[in-house]
């Protein structure tokens, strides 16, 4: 079963793909902005914060009502159904972590 995406796991997942290219920080100068990827639908959604900005980092409060489990006392969002993955977007396309990753290994 999948795991549903948190704010928590956002951070496993940048401690875990540190220094690989595979976090915002690491991989900006190559092109790419942070999105996410809801895979039953294949849609992508750039990272927005609440009011609909984009971010440069992942951010699941910009996401829609409709990917959404549940939400802190302010109204953000804490957890998103688990078919959502994080990755990043270049050129229209998407790339998973490990694929921005990958790119920025072969670019240097």
């Known amino acids: ?6 704010r928590q796991r956002l951070h496993r997942e940048n401690l875990a793909y540190r220094f690989t290219g595979g976090v915002s920080q690491e991989n900006r100068c190559s092109g790419f902005t942070p999105a996410f990827r809801d895979t039953s639908t294949g849609m992508v959604y750039p990272s927005l ?5 984009p971010v440069p980092f992942h951010c699941l409060d910009g996401l ?15 957890a998103v159904k688990p078919t959502v993955e994080a990755g990043f977007l270049r050129d229209g396309q998407f790339f998973t972590r490990q694929q921005a990753a990958d790119c920025v290994a072969a670019e240097e």
């Open 1 to 6: 079963m999948a795991r549903v995406m948190t």
């Open 49 to 53: 914060c609440g009011t609909g900005s």
């Open 64 to 78: 829609p009502d409709d990917l959404v489990l549940q939400r802190d006392c302010n109204g953000a969002a804490c």
